[in-house]
T-cell receptor, first 116, second 109 residues
Framework: NAGVIQTPRHKVTGKGQEATLWCEPI?????VFWYRQTIVQGLEFLTY????????DSGMPKERFSAQMPNQSHSTLKIQSTQPQDSAVYLC??????????????FGPGTRLTVL | GQQVQQSPASLVLQEGENAELQCNFS?????MQWFYQRPGGSLVSLFY???GTKHSGRLTSTTVIKERRSSLHISSSQTTDSGTYLC???????????FGKGTHLHVLP
């Protein structure tokens, strides 16, 4: 079991460019979560999927952020027109299931996004 | 107000000392999880602890759901224990996982 895989590990973009981050959850896990972590804000929930369906995106900045899960083996987080304040570590986690019934979450190594 | 409060925010220990980290929550929960994060690293699960007490080596987690609190005890601390300890809980009312701000632990040799 390779654990949760995230690529790339580091990404540097120029202001206004697009960034796409990838996450491969643990095989058999039906819930996938995206978080953002900064020193100032700490760990912030962005969105989560259950059985590939988007369930809660209340943490997502509405205008430039989007997430998809086209199949059970990967999810993407896309940031359009990146801004310096988007610089953060983006973490993906998966769990066996989640529907108001917490299951242990396993995190990937994260993608460090730097917007110049 | 903040639904998950961790204390202390930071802690400095001499190697060999014990540490008690607290996580208090203002919302009802199903269960919670403790994580460890090394600077620049990802989150490593320490305990998934719906309730009661669990042990893992020098670590002990105790969660009392009806009192809305959980603690993480580190005995005989080592320099390699340095890092950030985070608790996360499942908010039953919001179907959402909420993280605390963490306790930053520094163990001196």
């Amino acid at each position: 079991n390779a654990g949760v895989i995230q690529t790339p590990r580091h990404k540097v973009t120029g202001k206004g460019q697009e960034a796409t981050l990838w996450c491969e959850p643990i095989s058999g896990h039906s819930a996938v979560f995206w978080y953002r972590q900064t020193i100032v804000q700490g760990l912030e929930f962005l969105t989560y999927f259950r059985n590939q369906a988007p369930i809660d995106d209340s943490g997502m900045p509405k205008e430039r952020f989007s997430a998809q899960m086209p199949n059970q083996s990967h999810s993407t987080l896309k940031i359009q027109s990146t801004q310096p304040q988007d610089s953060a570590v983006y973490l993906c986690a998966s769990s066996l299931d989640y529907w108001g019934n917490y299951a242990e979450q396993f995190f990937g190594p994260g993608t460090r996004l730097t917007v110049l | 107000g903040q639904q998950v409060q961790q204390s202390p925010a930071s802690l400095v220990l001499q190697e060999g000392e014990n540490a008690e980290l607290q996580c208090n929550f203002s919302t009802s929960l199903n269960s919670m999880q403790w994580f460890y994060q090394r600077p620049g690293g990802s989150l490593v699960s320490l305990f998934y602890n719906p309730s009661g007490t669990k042990h893992s080596g020098r670590l002990t987690s105790t969660t009392v759901i009806k009192e809305r609190r959980s603690s993480l005890h580190i005995s005989s601390s080592q320099t390699t224990d340095s890092g950030t300890y985070l608790c996360a809980l499942d908010d039953t009312n919001a179907y959402k996982v909420i993280f605390g701000k963490g306790t930053h632990l520094h163990v001196l040799p």
